[in-house]
């Protein structure tokens, strides 16, 4: 095999079936970096626990995201794919960490004033301690490199004070300081044509869904607002089905479409037919793959349990390291 570069480590929480913004802004980028670095990807449920009232859907939601993350081109044989309590060394680690975290570095978190300003009335200490569990994620598997948006950039700084802060302390360099790699997508706006697509807003477009749901949600896009008549001239520049033209479509399509919408000769409804014309026939090799792979559920928890065996067996040999360097008896 090729000599790979380093280890990438990234986590994304348990949020059930992936739509066209998980896919662009990490899913793609995950399955590319697979043929540079050994990966390992975790599915953070007990991150997901610091906001979660009920747990009734979890583990579906685990299952259906592993789904989604093996038919876009996760390879299980190569990158470990896991869940994050199945690895119980991380919250160990999590508990050394937080001895070496000042609490006022956690409260002064943009992330946390964010999440306390989301959910006053659930303002938990497992969610003041979000980053460390995060850091631990990271720093237990002696990752080199992570993937995330830039909002998380706060929580690799974080998470590199902390490796230097435990480091100092117990004199030691068991602990490895990553670097971030900002996944360099632009913010892909849901079918509102205001906010970023998620689940949560209900403005996604799920990469499982059926060509016909598909069409019927891109429909439902909002173009270009000062766009009234189909006689009137659009603007693509303002327009979001033109930003997924631009990733979905041909060039020619893209050009066609942004010289037609400008002088009214396409109408949006033909232009949203062709773009999910399009976006169907790129999300087709997916959704083959993905009804394969949900014939066989065991598959899919042995594929995560295998991980859990491969990551346990790394978060074990950093965790004799780190037991030594802090001086436990
Ligand atoms: N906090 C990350 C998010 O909300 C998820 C996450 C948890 C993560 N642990 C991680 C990301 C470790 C990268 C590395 O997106």
Redesign the pocket.
């Known amino acids: 095999m090729k000599q790979k570069k380093g280890r990438v480590?990234?986590?994304?929480?348990p949020t059930g079936r992936q739509h066209l913004g998980n896919y662009l802004g990490a899913i793609k980028n995950y399955v590319a970096l697979q043929d540079d670095y050994e990966c390992v990807y975790?599915i953070?449920d007990i991150?997901a626990l610091t906001t979660m009232e009920t747990t009734l859907a979890l583990r579906q939601n685990t299952y259906e995201m592993a789904l989604d993350w093996l038919a876009a081109g996760i390879r299980p044989d190569e990158t470990i794919m896991f869940v994050?309590s199945h690895v119980p060394q991380v919250t160990e680690l999590h508990t050394y960490l937080s001895m070496v975290t000042p609490l006022g570095k956690l409260t002064d978190l943009p992330t946390f004033k964010e999440k306390v300003r989301l959910q006053p009335q659930n303002v938990n200490y497992g969610l003041v301690g979000?980053p460390v569990?995060?850091a631990a994620?990271?720093v237990l598997y002696r990752t080199n490199l992570?993937p995330?948006?830039i909002?998380?950039a706060p929580?690799i700084e974080f998470t590199r004070e902390v490796v230097r802060s435990f480091n100092y302390r117990y004199q030691t360099d068991v602990l490895i300081e990553p670097e971030m790699k900002a996944t360099e997508t632009p913010k892909v706006i849901g079918i509102d044509g205001q906010q970023k697509m998620s689940k949560s807003l209900d403005n996604h477009i799920e990469l499982a869904a059926t060509p016909e749901e598909t069409l019927q949600r891109v429909m439902m896009m909002v173009t270009d607002p000062q766009r009234m008549r189909r006689t009137d001239p659009g603007n693509p520049d303002v327009c979001n089905v033109f930003s997924f033209h631009k990733i979905f479509s041909t060039a020619e399509e893209v050009e066609m479409v942004n010289l037609e919408c400008r002088r009214a000769g396409i109408g949006c409804v033909d232009c949203k037919r062709l773009m999910a014309k399009n976006l169907n026939e790129s999300l087709q090799p997916f959704r083959e793959r993905r009804s394969e792979l949900a014939q066989n559920p065991d598959q899919v928890w042995d594929v995560l349990q295998e991980g859990a065996k491969r990551a346990r067996a790394i978060a074990e040999e950093t965790m004799q390291g780190v037991r030594r360097a802090i001086g436990l008896p």
Do not use: P, T
């Open positions: 480590f990234s986590g994304a929480r975790c953070v991150h994050q979000y569990l995060m994620d990271i992570v995330v948006g909002d998380q929580h």
